[in-house]
């Protein structure tokens, strides 16, 4: 069956950096790109980025383009994850999803990733 | 890049129908049939309940289904049930490879 299983809570301090994993099983991993979404605390969903598992190629959200780098390693079946400048603001529940064929939405998603950034 | 417009709370009894409409502009929901909503409970990951405005995955009860008319979708959900009590999402493709969500429809079933 199609899992993602994401890597543990992070907690880090303002203008650091946070990495997040979401290892893909279950289905050929090239085959579908991976999105990551993220939720604030008691706010709404917030579609960061893509990333194409077979050629690398990426899209942001215009508000983090520049402070975030999605990556894939397709030896592992793992999608990568990386904001930087870290801010208060961006304490967020952080979330992989896999895409269906073109952009008709998201079918399996990972159990999402707690980032809280903090002094 | 505003969020698509959703109301922010819905509600019905048992075995009755409700509707959450999700509004955008010619740009998302109305530019393209890559509408999507995702049903979420309390501390779990979204769950995709339609795709593609009208088309549900494998597993979905056929008591969810979709439209759209102009820029505006609706996520219609008939008979139900308590575990239909959640939170509800619309997405929409926005055109160069980016994603709108809206801002979330909580539903209770009273």
């Known amino acids: 069956q199609v899992q993602l299983v994401q890597s543990g809570d992070e907690v880090k301090k303002p203008g650091a950096s946070v990495k997040v994993s979401c290892k893909a099983s279950g289905y050929t991993f090239e085959n579908h790109g991976i999105s990551w979404v993220r939720q604030a605390p008691g706010q709404g969903l917030e579609w960061m980025g893509w990333i194409s598992a077979s050629s690398g190629n990426t899209y942001f959200a215009q508000k983090l383009q520049g402070r975030v780098t999605l990556t894939t390693d397709t030896s592992t079946n793992t999608a990568y994850m990386e904001l930087r400048s870290l801010r208060s603001d961006d304490t967020a529940v952080y979330y992989c999803?896999?895409?269906?064929?073109?952009?008709?939405?998201?079918?399996?998603w990972g159990q999402g990733t707690l980032v809280t950034v903090s002094s | 890049q505003s969020a698509l417009t959703q109301p922010p709370s819905a509600s019905g009894s048992p075995g009755q129908s409700v509707t959450i409409s999700c509004t955008g502009t010619s740009s998302d929901v109305g530019g393209y049939n890559y509408v999507s909503w995702y049903q979420q409970h309390p501390g779990k990951a979204p769950k995709l309940m339609i795709y593609e405005v009208s088309k549900r995955p494998s597993g979905v009860p056929d008591r969810f289904s979709g439209s759209k008319s102009g820029n505006t979708a609706s996520l219609t959900v008939s008979g139900l049930q308590a575990e239909d009590e959640g939170d509800y999402y619309c997405s929409s493709y926005e055109g160069s490879n980016t994603v709108l969500f809206g801002g979330g429809t909580k539903l209770t079933v009273l």
């Open positions: 999803a896999r895409d269906f064929p073109g952009w008709g939405g998201f079918d399996y």
